[in-house]
């Protein structure tokens, strides 16, 4: 945790996450001091061109109040002491003909600048309590989503996560990868639905794709196991009283050699871009989402297909397919791996969301995952 100053603390950033800015900082002392005194130097030359019967300085009552919404408590105090004394020795070198005036105006003063300090002061509390929440959601999604890129003895993953809602780090969207004895297996999926129904769901998933992954020798045994884990956190769902849910996802085993086993639950297809730029979708034997195979009663199937050397497979979520430009058109994901076919593999989930982001003009209306996946060297 980095204090910049006091009152002012900068949120922790997680590596591999996209959207985690710090709290905004509070200035420093030495830009307040010289902002206040160049505030009322001008303020009291125009007191001096208007003359002694107007109020101008006044108007300096406002800098604490400016200050409140963006320094400490500690500046906001200082400033306000500044503006107070100020106001009290023009009212002393130019007092009004009335005392009882004088009298008023230097108690209203007082009672704005003391009223400027309690509201600042609220402000920096909430201000960390909502950093301490923050807090428990990076934390959070730290046990939910593994930090990115990942490298095994089989492949380097490179991602991209990104909540459509930026403030709350966790959304529908999950994956993770597991280096396990029968190679490196990778999860992606998209539960439906928001919110914290959403993030529960599909921590039941991901808690049982990492046994799995390891206890499983069958890439459906694992498909499996997660079809179990969603059946059984939709029973204690609707014992609950909240919605069931399904899952869309798609689960990965990479060997050495670039050998790829998929298990396809209702996802999108992946994308494989060659060496030489041509995008191929793969073609995966057809699966229901998690949580419907019981309405379908047929078993999950294995496709397999090679990865190649200079090659990437990347895994989306509609987050980028269903990006949409002001006519209602969908992002062309397909085409835009085509055009950043010479994108560094690190580079690329990035530049994908960025294109998908300008093609619906800065727009999110879903959570976006991008997973790039190529061979270790």
């Avoid at 991602?159 to 459509?164: A, D, Q, T």
Wanted: net charge neutral.
């Amino acid at each position: 945790m980095d204090i910049d100053a006091p009152g002012t603390i900068a949120a922790p950033a997680v590596p591999g996450f996209e959207g985690h800015g710090a709290a905004p900082r509070a200035p420093g002392n030495g830009a307040v001091a010289l902002g206040v005194l160049v505030a009322t130097a001008l303020v009291l030359l125009a007191q001096a061109a208007s003359g002694s019967g107007s109020r101008l300085v006044l108007l300096l009552v406002f800098l604490p109040a400016l200050l409140a919404g963006l320094g400490t408590v500690a500046q906001t105090v200082a400033v306000s002491v500044w503006v107070t004394g100020v106001v009290v020795v023009h009212s002393a070198l130019y007092p009004p003909s009335d005392p009882a005036a004088r009298l008023g105006m230097l108690l209203g003063v007082v009672a704005a600048e003391a009223a400027v300090i309690g509201l600042c002061a609220r402000r920096v509390r909430r201000e960390r309590q909502l950093f301490r929440m923050r807090q428990s959601a990076v934390a959070l999604q730290r046990q939910l989503l593994r930090p990115l890129p990942v490298r095994t003895a089989e492949l380097d993953l490179f991602g991209l996560y990104r909540p459509v809602e930026e403030d709350t780090l966790v959304g529908g969207d999950l994956y993770d990868v597991a280096e396990t004895p029968h190679g490196t297996r990778v999860l992606i999926g998209d539960v439906q639905g928001k919110g914290l129904g959403a993030i529960g769901t599909g921590f039941a998933v991901l808690s049982a794709f990492r046994e799995a992954a390891f206890r499983e020798a069958e890439l459906t045994a694992v498909a499996d196991a997660l079809e179990a884990a969603v059946e059984r956190h939709n029973a204690y769902a609707v014992q609950s009283g909240e919605l069931e849910r399904f899952v869309t996802a798609t689960v990965l085993c990479v060997r050495r050699g670039g050998g790829v086993r998929a298990v396809d639950c209702g996802h999108l297809a992946p994308c494989l871009v060659r060496a030489d730029g041509r995008v191929e979708p793969v073609a995966l034997p057809g699966g229901v989402p998690l949580g419907l195979a019981a309405l379908v009663g047929q078993p999950r199937a294995v496709g397999c297909f090679g990865l190649p050397e200079g090659g990437v497979l990347v895994l989306l979520t509609d987050g980028i397919t269903e990006a949409q430009d002001a006519f209602g058109a969908f992002y062309p994901a397909e085409r835009g791996l085509a055009e950043l076919a010479g994108v560094p593999a690190a580079e690329l989930p990035g530049a994908l969301e960025g294109r998908a982001r300008r093609w619906s003009g800065g727009r999110s209306r879903d959570d976006v995952t991008v997973l790039v996946l190529c061979r270790a060297p």
